[in-house]
Every structure is written in C-alpha cells, then in structure tokens.
C-alpha cells in the first residue's frame, strides 16, 4: 500500500514538473501582454520606429502589450561585442510584433533568444549535393532565422531599414521566414485558415513568384526586390517587408498578392 502510495505520490510530481512550467510561462506572457507599455517606451518608438506612427490607435494598443511581453519574455544577447540596450530591443520587438498584431492567438512562444550583431555576420553552411558529397561554406548575413527557437540580426541593417522609402526591413524579413517555418517547412506558405484559403494562396504566389522570376532572369526592373526570385520562402519574406514597408505601391503594383498578405496578417497597411 505505501509503495503504491510511493508511485502514486512520484507520477503526480512527474506530471506537475511537465506541466505546470508551461502552464506558468504562459500566465506570466499574458500579464506582461496586458500590462501597460511605460510611457517612455511608446515615446521612443514614436520616435525611432516610422511606422509605428502610422498604425492606427487600436492596433497599436495592442501592439503596445505584444511589445511588453516580447521584451520581457525573450532573451536578448549581443553578440560580436555589442551590447543590447533597452532601445534596441523595443526596435527589434515592435517591428517583430507589429507582424502578429492583428492575428489571434500566441505567436512567437518557441522563440527563446534573439541574438544582435554589430553588423552583418558569417555563419558556416552545408551543403550535401547529389551524390553525398557534403561542402561547407561561409555566407555572411544580416539576418536568420534559425529553427524555431533564435533569430540573429544584424544591428547595422536593423537600423538601415524600416524608413519606408524602400522595402528595406531585416526584423520584418527574419520574422515573416519564422512565421513560414511555424508550419513546417520554410517555404513560402505559412499557416493559412483553410483548403480554400490555402488554394488561393497557392495560386496567386505561384503566378506572382513566376512573374517576377521570368524578370529578373530577363534583368528587367522589377518592383520586388529581385531576391526574391530565389525561392518561394524568400518571395513571402521580401513580400512581407514590402507590404508594410511600401503597402500604396505594393497594393497598386501587386492588388492580388497584397489582399493575400492583408488577409494572412489582417492589416491593412495601405489604409494607415
Ligand atoms: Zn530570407
């Protein structure tokens, strides 16, 4: 009887330790998320973050408490020497959070640690072609998103983009792949509502990315960035920096591949 009490008495400490972290972490989120951002924090990004002056009043309310607990939750970490101030991680935060600001549910949960760089950055890469062969090289880097649960950026080109005069953002861009990846595999499909959502998806990506892979190869001036003729996950990314970087242009030039990005993110940029 005392042993079964024993085993009994273990279980249940086993499956506390399992789930009441969880259950925790994310009551503590959801405190942070609603407490309100201090006063200096909004001013600051009102000053250095252009488009959160843009947003209207209610998005940005709730942008506010997404931005709290980003800063709070997840773990910046300067890398190269840099040292991550409060400043830099409300500018990384709101341009990070403004890409959940108007979809339901918890975004980013996975997501442990942001790491700054100074500049730009050199990560080993594999390659294993067709016959096994496995050849690693160096490629430098402003931004990565790397599996679901870090992202570096280049501090540098967090600070060249996001001006809105071209669609030019790295935190938007890492950000959008790590949405891509949350289904996945990174490759240009995020998690959509459902078959008929994810038919028109389909459909109007693989006509928008032909478009513009059939100009870039002919060297014609495209209004994409041309990198994102490379594959299907850097279209949505590039396309996802354009939308809220340039979204009048990118709704006039592009009205099919912008209503599906406005549905995906459910904002509407073009209108703030
Ligand atoms: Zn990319």
Redesign the pocket.
């Known amino acids: 009887m005392t042993a079964a009490l024993i085993v009994l008495a273990v279980a249940a400490a086993v499956i506390a330790a399992i789930v009441v972290p969880p259950l925790l972490a994310r009551r503590r989120r959801a405190r942070l998320r609603s407490a309100e951002l201090p006063v200096e924090s909004q001013r600051l990004l009102y000053r250095r973050v252009p488009i959160y002056r843009r947003i209207p009043a209610d998005i940005r309310a709730r942008l506010d408490g997404l931005v709290h607990e980003f800063v709070e939750d997840k773990n910046f970490v300067g890398c190269g020497g840099i040292e991550v101030d409060l400043e830099m991680k409300l500018v990384i935060a709101a341009q990070a959070c403004l890409l959940v600001a108007g979809r339901e549910g918890h975004h980013y949960d996975a997501l442990r640690s942001i790491l700054v760089y100074p500049g730009e950055f050199v990560v080993p890469e594999e390659w294993h072609d067709d016959d096994g062969v496995v050849t690693t090289e160096e490629r430098v880097l402003a931004?990565?998103?790397w599996g679901q649960d870090r992202i570096l950026l280049s501090w540098e080109d967090v600070e060249a983009g996001g001006h809105g005069e071209e669609a030019y953002n790295v935190v938007i861009?890492?950000f959008?792949?790590y949405l891509d990846e949350e289904e996945g595999a990174m490759n240009g499909t995020p998690a959509l509502d459902g078959p008929t959502h994810y038919a028109r998806w389909a459909e109007v990506f693989a006509h928008e990315f032909a478009v513009l892979r059939a100009a870039a190869d002919a060297g014609q001036d495209t209004f994409l960035d041309p990198?994102a003729a490379?594959d299907e996950?850097?279209f949505f990314?590039?396309a996802s920096e354009t939308f809220f970087e340039t979204p009048r242009e990118l709704r006039d030039r592009h009205p099919r591949l912008y209503r599906e990005l406005q549905g995906f993110y459910r904002l509407d940029p073009a209108s703030w």
């Open positions: 931004g990565q998103a861009h890492e959008a792949h990198y490379e996950a850097e990314a590039v």
